[in-house]
Antibody
Framework: QVQLAESGGRVVQPGRSLRLSCAASGFALSSAAMHWVRQAPGKGLEWVAVISYDGSFKQYADSVKGRFTISRDNSKNMLYLQMNALRGEDTAVYYC???????????WGQGTLVTVSS | DVVMTQSPLSLPVTLGQPASISCSSSQSLVYSDGNIYLTWFQQRPGQSPRRLMYKISNRDPGVPDRFSGSGSGTDFTLKISRVEAEDVGVYYCMQGTHWPYTFGQGTKLEIK
């Protein structure tokens, strides 16, 4: 069956960098645009970034633009989120998802927790 | 950015009774292809979100038919005809017409 598995979340100091990974199995990542969505503790969902199936198109939320970079390696079935200049407000569970807006199937990982704190 | 506003934010419901969640957008969600990319998600306690409904009223596989979506333009509604215990959680609307995608604040459904 399809699985998305995020990893890389941990406690990190403000101003530092972190890279999250999302491994896909049972599903060809190359067939879909992929998104990162985050959820601060006890809060709602916030869309973070998207990358097209081939990596040619990327969009970011204003809150992360210039600090975060989304990328993918379809040969490895992997999605990434490079997070630089981290702030306390970036503390959240980060989910990777296909987040389709039309009829294709909806897949989410279990999330990985990033805590930005000194 | 498009602001998505949900109401109510808290929804206590008696088992077997109907429930309704509203979602309004700060601008039209009609895309250039004529579609409206309004999506509903459910997040049960301790779980990742899952999509319930896409393009306003299309149910995802496995979603019970007691869930229905309606609306047009800037006003949308998710209805549950008879609430069951498994429906407890937080419901989010999301627009996927304009970048950046944006979510509503979430509506927490609980059993009275």
């Amino acid at each position: 069956q399809v699985q998305l598995a995020e990893s890389g979340g941990r406690v990190v100091q403000p101003g530092r960098s972190l890279r999250l990974s999302c491994a896909a199995s049972g599903f060809a990542l190359s067939s879909a645009a992929m998104h990162w969505v985050r959820q601060a503790p006890g809060k709602g969902l916030e869309w973070v970034a998207v990358i097209s199936y081939d990596g040619s198109f990327k969009q970011y939320a204003d809150s992360v633009k210039g600090r975060f970079t989304i990328s993918r390696d379809n040969s490895k079935n992997m999605l990434y989120l490079q997070m630089n200049a981290l702030r306390g407000e970036d503390t959240a569970v980060y989910y990777c998802s296909t987040l389709p807006v039309a009829g294709t199937l909806d897949y989410w990982g279990q999330g990985t927790l990033v805590t930005v704190s000194s | 950015d498009v602001v998505m506003t949900q109401s109510p934010l808290s929804l206590p419901v008696t088992l077997g009774q109907p429930a309704s969640i509203s979602c309004s957008s700060s601008q039209s969600l009609v895309y250039s292809d004529g579609n409206i990319y309004l999506t509903w998600f459910q997040q049960r306690p301790g779980q990742s979100p899952r999509r319930l409904m896409y393009k306003i009223s299309n149910r995802d596989p496995g979603v019970p038919d007691r869930f229905s979506g309606s609306g047009s333009g800037t006003d949308f509604t998710l209805k549950i005809s008879r609430v069951e215990a498994e429906d407890v959680g937080v419901y989010y609307c999301m627009q996927g017409t304009h970048w950046p995608y944006t979510f509503g604040q979430g509506t927490k459904l609980e059993i009275k």
